[in-house]
């Protein structure tokens, strides 16, 4: 929704991998609206395991004001993508996480891991700061909920608990922050009495809060 009230004002760019701009541009209606945008939105492919010189300002001839890497995450396409575009796109296309590096600071942005790839891990202990999928506490929490038929991990999210889980996981070299993002409403993480809140205080995590400022 954020794409279609942006188009109604100036014109944007959207970075996505060619999988994902096949999936809003063919398969997802709603979104052909942007096609009749005036000025038009500019389409910009991004490629799932990269790198990429970015500017800061609209004049690109100077260096680059910092590099924009990618890799993929390993998560999948929404339940609403036909088989028809899901046999025409790349898997690896579906999910990606962006490392921005510029001089020796580096941040890392990887908003949902699904577990079904461990690239993830060499980027989180290298940056300085790490903004990570903290979507579920438990794999059933959906369903215990009564909010899905699906766990966790069947719609592409690690959950923070469990064998396995991203606490588990997550890399013990790592010397950054670690920052938890895209909480949902049914993870007791965001009780601040609750138990899962210490656990994940304890285990070194932040819990991402509105209004959040970093600086590296």
């Known amino acids: 929704m954020g794409l279609l009230h942006l188009r109604e004002f ?3 760019f959207v970075f996505a991998t060619r999988g994902v701009q096949c999936v809003l541009q063919k ?3 709603i979104f052909r609206v942007l096609e009749r945008s005036n000025p038009p939105v500019k389409w910009q492919t991004l490629a799932s395991k990269g790198r990429l010189g970015c500017h800061l300002s609209e004049d690109s001839s100077g260096p680059c004001d910092f590099i924009c890497g990618t890799l993929p995450l390993g998560g999948g396409y929404p339940d ?3 088989e028809e575009i899901l046999r025409a796109v790349p ?3 579906a999910s990606i996480g962006f490392v921005m590096e510029q001089g020796e600071r580096r941040f890392f942005f990887a908003p949902s891991v ?4 461990g690239v993830w891990k060499s980027a989180a202990e290298s940056a300085d700061v790490t903004l990570i999928d903290g979507s579920f506490w438990a794999d059933d929490e959906l369903m215990r909920t009564g909010r899905s038929r699906k766990s966790a991990r069947e719609i592409g999210h690690l959950p923070l608990s469990g064998p396995d889980g991203l606490l588990e996981q997550y890399p013990g070299k790592a010397k950054g922050r670690r920052i938890l993002i895209h909480i949902n409403n049914t993870n007791p993480i965001l009780n601040e009495g609750s138990a899962e809140h210490r656990v994940v205080l304890d285990a070194g995590f932040e819990i991402a809060y509105d209004g959040m400022e970093l600086e590296l």
């Open 10 to 12: 100036q014109s944007f």
């Open 27 to 29: 398969d997802n209606r």
């Open 80 to 82: 609403y993508v036909s």
């Open 91 to 93: 898997p690896e296309d």
């Open 114 to 117: 699904s577990g079904a790839s």
